[in-house]
């Protein structure tokens, strides 16, 4: 049996140091979205409008974003998955359902970035820019969903290298978006991830 939850909370728990910001709206089966660099749990309106009353669903600011504070040193994917755990074994959910972002959307990405810290932005872009998880992809056996703007030409290669890497995965297209597709249209964004949700649930 999965946990219920408030229709609406708002908290912030200790991870790994920092104060970390996260929001739940709705009850049922979790559903935790990650938002991209820059930006902050805000820009999953759509979705939670969309899911929140089928499912719990959790957006957080990571470190360094948003109402999350942020911490000396380097940043690296492996502090920012750290952190993650931490929210979700405080969370108490039984199995997760996730979607990452690698808004309208214009204006959202360029206020967001503006009003970021040069200090914060520069530690971000760095962790980014030297990672490479490529020979951890093939270890992922659950299901996963790679969606990827149908504009977006320069990110068709990676999402095709991740679904011949991920052994039970898909790619979806949206049509008309570019980067931010669950933001340039929501739509066909949330009709993705609710028919492979939907698959896992009943398969």
Same mark, same amino acid.
């Given at each position: 049996?999965?946990?219920?939850?408030?229709?609406?909370?708002?908290?912030?728990?200790?991870?790994?140091?920092?104060?970390?910001?996260?929001?739940?709206?709705?009850?049922?089966?979790?559903?935790?979205?990650?938002?991209?660099?820059?930006?902050?749990?805000?820009?999953?309106?759509?979705?939670?409008?969309?899911?929140?009353?089928?499912?719990?669903?959790?957006?957080?600011?990571?470190?360094?974003?948003?109402?999350?504070?942020?911490?000396?040193?380097?940043?690296? %994917? +492996?502090?920012?998955?750290?952190? =993650?755990?931490? &929210? /979700? !074994?405080?969370?108490?959910? *039984?199995?997760?359902?996730?979607?990452?972002?690698?808004?309208?959307?214009?204006?959202?990405?360029?206020?967001?970035? %503006? +009003?970021?810290?040069?200090?914060? =932005?520069?530690? &971000? /872009? !760095?962790?980014?820019?030297? *990672?490479?998880?490529?020979?951890?992809?093939?270890?992922?056996?659950?299901?996963?969903?790679?969606?990827?703007?149908?504009? +977006?030409?320069?990110?068709?290669?990676?999402?095709?290298?991740?679904?011949?890497?991920?052994?039970?995965?898909?790619?979806?297209?949206?049509?008309?978006?570019?980067?931010?597709?669950?933001?340039?249209?929501?739509?066909?964004?949330?009709?993705?991830?609710?028919?492979?949700?939907?698959?896992?649930?009943?398969?």
């Amino acid at each position: 049996m999965v946990e219920k939850r408030m229709k609406m909370e708002k908290n912030a728990i200790v991870t790994n140091g920092i104060t970390t910001y996260y929001e739940i709206h709705g009850s049922g089966p979790p559903l935790i979205l990650i938002h991209g660099i820059s930006l902050d749990h805000n820009m999953w309106q759509p979705q939670i409008s969309y899911f929140s009353n089928k499912y719990a669903v959790i957006t957080y600011d990571i470190r360094g974003h948003g109402q999350s504070e942020g911490s000396d040193g380097d940043y690296s %994917l +492996e502090i920012f998955a750290d952190d =993650l755990k931490t &929210l /979700l !074994d405080n969370l108490n959910f *039984f199995f997760w359902f996730f979607r990452g972002m690698n808004a309208e959307t214009k204006d959202y990405f360029r206020n967001a970035l %503006l +009003e970021f810290k040069e200090e914060e =932005l520069l530690k &971000l /872009l !760095d962790c980014f820019y030297h *990672f490479d998880l490529t020979a951890e992809l093939a270890k992922i056996t659950v299901p996963t969903l790679i969606i990827v703007g149908e504009q +977006e030409k320069m990110g068709f290669p990676q999402a095709e290298k991740m679904h011949e890497l991920i052994k039970h995965s898909a790619v979806v297209k949206i049509p008309g978006a570019f980067h931010l597709s669950n933001l340039e249209n929501s739509v066909e964004f949330n009709r993705a991830i609710q028919d492979f949700v939907s698959d896992i649930s009943v398969g």
